[in-house]
């Protein structure tokens, strides 16, 4: 079937548009992302119902099956309901309450409980998916026994995964990056910098990711909570919710959730590691996580989370209530799993669509060199909002992000590339059609919406503080500046942000 070409249209942006507009606006996610799919399939078939249907078909199925294989997208889905089955047999075993009575006697406060979610992140930065879902699980049980909201920890789960990940070589999004970098300096014959040396210095100017993660800190320590955050932090203080610490077996053991999370979490690693080893020509830990197959690895790591909580759990769950538990984990899922799979159906027609080639021309004709790196900044983030994928964003914006820094100004190359990772995290943490957004929503068990709309003040001012910092770096060549001047931003925006709040309050 031959699409129509929406390639240099402004129409192009139009399915996105309407699923984002839609979603904020009715609150009903599922609604909204369909809505997007349907206009885009009609608008791609010409508005040919026949064709459309054909077009929607084809791709739904490709989601399963496709190149003569099972499609790894279904890995994930295998992924979500092992998550879910591993939580309803914590849940029914009292593991969860067990290990939240042990971590109230050396938890004091909901300050510790939001410190712990937001500091295990240092454990499980290998992956942004496997980072929400897994500290989910963990920190749940704690941040529900001292009234922490549910938005609270879905914003801490979503600002602590992708920003960390793209900072670091050693996980699933360094590596994919340093893989893309080497390219690029071998095309624009860049000798100054090794792939790996391009990025950490990248990483040293993604003022977003860094700002973001300190951000965290902030509003888990002062407790800074601003727009729809500070109403449903209100309410989970005031409400008696129906959490999972409060039900499942008296006699849960606080070994039966630390050893399973472990177990998850090893085996996950060594599946990552052992996975890209298969698939490198020579081993090194860096080729290792360039090559790995992180949605096998997933389910391998699940597989075997089941496995261990089940053997931990022998004794204290009926033999009969395994499948009862089994069942209410696979059903648990449900919702996120729809989500995610209409996220998929978007994020495909958007792409046919070209919407990011569309927003890339945005930048083209005669731009002052040191305006560059923030106006790359913004449109990076406009498109990974509008795509829902930073990952998408990265492979259309790094190249045009190159080869523009090699026309205007050379020595803004990796500032410029930088602040095209720095836009796409930021866009990609915003977006309500964003798969990393939806699970972090999933693995707080938290209104999908709620997350979306609490979270975006935080991103915003994030986001502001950084396009400053990148504006002193354009205009300067100056890394350390560009830093410190998001860094006086960021403190300026979050006093002025207290004081409203006080006045409002």
């Known amino acids: 079937m031959e699409l129509i070409d929406f390639s240099s249209s402004v129409w192009s942006i139009i399915p996105a548009l309407l699923a984002i507009v839609l979603a904020i606006a009715t609150r009903r996610v599922l609604v909204s992302l369909s809505a997007g799919i349907i206009v885009g399939a009609l608008m791609l078939g010409g508005w040919n119902i026949g064709s459309s249907f054909s077009y929607l078909s084809s791709n739904v199925i490709s989601l399963v099956y496709a190149d003569g294989a099972i499609n790894s997208n279904m890995n994930i889905v295998l992924f979500l309901l092992l998550l879910g089955v591993l939580t309803a047999l914590l849940t029914v075993s009292g593991s969860n309450r067990a290990f939240a009575e042990w971590a109230q006697n050396r938890i004091k406060g909901r300050r510790g409980a939001k410190l712990l979610a937001a500091s295990l992140v240092f454990v499980t930065f290998i992956d942004d998916y496997f980072h929400s879902l897994a500290v989910g699980a963990i920190a749940g049980p704690v941040t529900d026994r001292f009234k922490v909201s549910r938005a609270k920890l879905a914003y801490i789960l979503d600002s602590t995964a992708a920003p960390m990940c793209v900072l670091m070589p050693v996980s699933s999004w360094g590596a994919s990056i340093i893989a893309t970098l080497a390219g690029l300096l071998v095309t624009y014959n860049i000798t100054d910098y090794t792939p790996m040396g391009a990025f950490v210095a990248m990483s040293l100017m993604n003022y977003y990711a860094v700002f973001a993660l300190i951000m965290v ?41 630390i050893v399973p999370v472990l177990v998850l979490i090893v085996a996950t690693v060594s599946a990552m590691i052992y996975t890209g080893a298969q698939a490198s020509e020579t081993f090194s830990l860096l080729s290792a996580f360039e090559n790995t197959d992180v949605n096998t690895s997933l389910v391998f790591g ?175 060549g100056s890394a350390p500046l560009g830093f410190v001047v998001t860094g006086i931003v960021m403190v300026v925006l979050i006093l002025i942000l207290k004081d409203k709040k006080k006045a409002t309050a």
């Open 217 to 257: 800190f902030v509003v888990a320590w002062f407790s800074f909570d601003i727009g729809s955050m500070a109403r449903l932090e209100r309410a989970a203080l005031n409400e008696i919710h129906d959490e999972t610490i409060e039900t499942g077996h008296p006699n849960g053991r606080v070994f039966a959730l």
């Open 302 to 476: 699940g597989t075997c989370g089941v496995l261990a909580v089940i053997l931990c759990t022998i004794g204290t769950i009926k033999t009969s209530d395994y499948p009862k538990a089994i069942w209410q984990g696979i059903i648990s899922m449900r919702g996120a799993i729809t989500i995610l799979i209409l996220a998929w159906i978007i994020s495909t027609v958007v792409s046919e669509m070209h919407t990011g080639e569309y927003l890339s021309t945005l930048v083209a004709g005669n731009i002052h060199a040191g305006f560059l790196p923030v106006i790359l900044f913004m449109l990076a983030g406009v498109m990974a909002f509008a795509t829902g994928t930073s990952w998408g964003t990265f492979g259309i914006m790094l190249p045009i992000a190159a080869a523009m820094a090699v026309k205007v100004e050379p020595s803004l190359i990796i500032p410029c590339m930088s602040a095209v990772m720095a836009g796409a995290v930021f866009g990609d943490h915003c977006s309500p059609i964003s798969d990393t957004t939806i699970l972090s929503s999933t693995g707080a068990h938290c209104n999908h919406i709620d997350h979306v709309t609490s979270q975006f003040p935080y991103a915003l001012t994030v986001a502001a503080s950084a396009a400053t910092g990148y504006l002193a770096l354009g205009m300067t």
